[in-house]
């Protein structure tokens, strides 16, 4: 488990200096910070590195020259830096978009938390940490509409939506293609490698039907049962799916202590007492917690003829990827509008044919 952050950045006039670090007790020497920097200049490119200096294991991601923002993580010696790459990525991104009158530094502690149970994320955790940053989402909405993009236009491309931050286009890239988003493509005749679209994301809220169906058995006296069911029942005849609703839900999911609870919330309609002793994984403030999931309106509560009161989900999230198989009609638009090459296309047909064959063998594995 990472044991410190700190934010470098550095200066041609004052050289070295540091911005925040997270726990205040951690140490890095000034002459560990000069050798992270010209470990950086090197290469003078945004991305990660990583070193090892006597008893310390560190993983350092720069944003390039333009801002000379470091990220620097502290891990045990038997951590591997590049499990954290993504995640260091998404955090320096967050940071340069609240460099203004210092409005990151309140948000250390908790990018320190969310990078510390990174390489722990589940798969669900993972999907939504890649859709929640802002970068790799307009890539994937772009690639939604077109399918297909060059990958030299990506770097172009984001360069310009990103004029007062960064965008590390070519880790964005290779991040997308890890989790199996994007597929590269050399194709004769385009001047540079091709991104395609393989799986889309899909995420919604769903209404908690084990609960429902099983709620006395979960937890519920029998006589409230009645009452969750309709809740739930009228707050879907209003709900609409929207990307802005989706991501405040991907936002509440990516707190590590409300994610802790609403696992236990996913199986049972609980008690304050329940909820308590959750203090055991890590829940030390059950009341910000349950705010959280109130404020997404994801939980509600119920109350018995005595005062007591119990938790019960109202909404589920649900997130996965996909096989976009609107890509055909995308394809077909494309080509008749002299958008995509004839190779292009092919190209692309083959790659969903291999994705496509791919998982069925999965499926059919697994079965």
């Known amino acids: 488990m990472p044991t410190g952050i700190v934010l470098m950045k550095w200066d041609e006039r004052l050289g070295v200096s540091i911005l925040a670090q997270h726990p205040e007790s951690i140490e890095i020497t000034n002459k560990i910070l000069m050798q992270i920097y010209s470990t950086h200049e090197y290469s003078r490119e945004s991305g990660l590195v990583s070193l090892n200096v006597g008893a310390m294991n ?68 993972k999907t939504a940490m890649l859709y929640t940053d802002s970068a790799r989402r307009m890539v994937i909405n772009r690639l939604q509409i077109e399918g297909s993009l060059l990958k030299s236009e990506v770097s172009v491309w984001l360069k310009d939506q990103y004029r007062e931050g960064f ?65 739930v029942i009228s707050f879907f005849r209003e709900y609409k799916n929207t990307e802005q609703d989706n991501l405040k839900l991907l936002n509440t999911l990516l707190d590590p202590p409300t994610y802790e609870t609403l696992k ?80 292009a296309a092919l190209e692309y047909i083959d790659t969903l044919k291999d994705e496509y064959r791919a998982r069925f063998t999965k499926a059919r594995a697994k079965a």
């Open 58 to 125: 560190l993983v350092s991601y720069y944003t390039g020259p333009d801002l000379g923002i470091y990220l620097i993580l502290a891990l045990t010696l038997d951590e591997d830096p590049e499990v954290f790459e993504d995640g260091l990525s998404d955090a320096t991104r967050v940071i340069v978009y609240n460099l203004d009158n210092d409005a990151y530094k309140p948000l250390i502690p908790s990018i320190f938390q969310r990078l510390s149970v990174y390489p722990k994320l589940t798969d669900e955790l």
């Open 167 to 231: 965008a590390d286009a070519e880790g964005l890239i290779h991040s997308l293609i890890k989790d199996s988003i994007v597929k590269t493509r050399s194709v004769r005749g385009s001047p540079s490698e091709v991104l395609y679209l393989i799986n889309d994301i899909f995420i919604t809220r769903v209404p908690p039907s084990d609960l429902i169906q099983d709620a006395s058995k979960r937890g519920l006296p029998s006589d409230l049962v009645e009452n969750y069911r309709n809740e």
């Open 264 to 343: 236990l919330l996913r199986q049972a309609i609980v008690t304050r007492d329940d909820l308590e002793k959750l203090q055991k994984k890590g829940v030390d403030n059950i009341d910000a917690v349950l705010k959280n999931l109130w404020d997404a309106q994801m939980i509600l509560v119920q109350q018995d003829t005595t005062g007591n009161e119990y938790y019960a989900l109202q909404s589920n999230v649900k997130i996965e990827k996909i096989f976009p198989e609107y890509a055909l009609d995308l394809i077909r638009e494309q080509y008749s509008l002299k958008t995509i090459s004839l190779q």
